[in-house]
C-alpha cells in the first residue's frame, strides 16, 4: 500500500494532529506569548480545524502560525502530500505536476513549493570533513545569467562571444564531504577570491581537499592538510582515491532535475532549488533516512521560515 493512502493525507483534522506532533511534541505553544499553560482546543461547529486560544493572552491561534503554512488558504492535507511528493522525488517535482496531483492552480503549486524549499534550507553549519577526511570542491555553471556580458573578469574579450561555455551562465560552487554531506551555493562568478572564500569558511582546514586542475583552487589548497588535484584535460579522471566522481555525480542528479523537471528557474531562486537538492542529498537512503524520514525533517523545519508572496518574488 502506497504511504500516500495515509489517513493525514486525506482527512484535514487528522493533518493537523500529524503536524502538531511533529511541532509540538511536549504539547501546544503559544505563538504570540510563548505560554504552554491554561490553553485549550477550541471546538464547535464554527470553529477552524485546530484551534486553540490561550487563556493567558487570551489569544486564539493554530499550529499554522510562524510557520510556511501561515496565512495560507491551501488545506494541511494538501500541504503534506506536496511535502512527501518533493521529499521523495530524487530529480524534483514540478509545480505543473502537483498543480495537477493536488487539484490547485498552477500559482498557487509554485507559491507552495517555494515554501517547502525555504524549510529545506538548513540553517548555521559547521565546517565539512575534518582529520583525515575528505572534501570534494568544485564549480558548474548552469542557466543563463540575468546580465549578460561581453567580457571576462579579467577585462578579456570572449573569444566566442558568449555563446557557449561558461561566459554568460550562473556559477554554482558546490562542496561535498565523501559519505557525508553536500553544501552549494550560487555566486555572482566564479572567481579565485570568492571560491577561496567559501572553501575556507565551509570546510575543516584539517581534511584533505580534492579538485580538478582549475586555478581557482591551488592557492586556498595550500591552507588544507593536503591538496590533490586530477586533470581532466588530460583525460585522468582518477588517480587511486584521487577523483573527483562524488561531486561530479552531485552535478549530474541536479542539473538532470533542473532540465527535464523543472526546465525553467530564475536566477533569483537558484539558491532555493539547490538547498532542495542539498537537502534531498545530504538526507539520503545510503545515510539510513527514507522518504517519510525526509519528510518529517522538513516538517520540523517549517518553523519560523515564513515566505510572502511579495518576498518570493522580489528574490
Not at 526546465?263 to 522518504?291: I, M, P, S, T, W
Request: glycine residues 8%.
Amino acid at each position: 500500500m502506497s504511504v500516500l493512502s495515509d489517513h493525514h493525507f486525506h482527512d484535514e483534522a487528522a493533518a493537523y494532529k500529524f503536524v502538531e506532533a511533529r511541532i509540538w511534541p511536549n504539547g501546544p505553544v503559544c505563538p504570540h506569548c510563548g505560554g504552554v499553560e491554561r490553553i485549550s482546543k477550541m471546538e464547535g461547529k464554527s470553529t477552524r480545524i485546530g484551534t486553540y486560544k490561550c487563556y493567558q493572552c487570551r489569544k486564539p491561534f493554530t499550529v499554522k502560525i510562524g510557520t510556511i503554512f501561515e496565512a495560507s488558504h491551501v488545506p494541511m492535507h494538501h500541504w503534506l502530500q506536496a511535502i512527501f511528493l518533493m521529499a521523495s522525488s530524487k530529480k524534483g517535482i514540478s509545480s505543473n505536476q502537483l498543480h495537477r496531483t493536488l487539484g490547485c492552480t498552477l500559482k498557487t503549486a509554485w507559491f507552495m513549493s517555494h515554501r517547502i524549499r525555504e524549510a529545506m534550507r538548513d540553517g548555521k553549519l559547521g565546517p565539512l570533513g575534518g582529520n583525515g577526511k575528505i572534501v570534494e570542491a568544485d564549480e558548474t555553471y548552469f542557466g543563463q545569467r540575468a546580465d549578460k556580458r561581453t567580457t571576462r573578469t579579467t577585462g578579456e574579450k570572449f573569444i566566442k562571444k558568449g555563446r557557449s561555455g561558461p561566459s554568460n551562465k550562473r556559477a554554482v560552487v558546490s562542496l561535498i564531504e565523501r559519505g557525508g554531506s553536500v553544501r552549494s551555493f550560487h555566486v555572482a562568478s566564479a572567481t579565485q577570491e570568492n571560491v577561496a572564500a567559501l572553501v575556507s569558511i565551509n570546510i575543516d582546514r584539517e581534511s584533505v581537499l580534492m579538485t580538478d586542475e582549475s586555478r581557482l583552487y591551488p592557492t586556498v589548497g595550500a591552507t588544507f592538510d593536503a591538496h590533490h588535484t586530477v586533470k581532466h584535460s588530460a583525460g585522468e579522471y582518477v588517480r587511486g582515491s584521487v577523483h573527483t566522481n562524488t561531486i561530479e555525480s552531485y552535478f549530474s542528479i541536479f542539473k538532470r532535475g533542473m532540465r527535464g523537471t523543472y526546465q525553467h528557474c530564475a536566477e533569483k531562486h537558484l539558491h532555493r532549488y539547490l538547498a532542495e537538492f542539498d537537502f534531498r542529498h545530504n538526507r539520503r537512503v545510503a545515510l539510513g533516512v527514507n522518504d517519510v524520514a525526509r519528510a518529517d525533517r522538513i516538517l520540523i523545519n517549517v518553523v519560523g521560515k515564513r515566505l510572502t508572496y511579495e518576498t518570493t518574488s522580489a528574490r
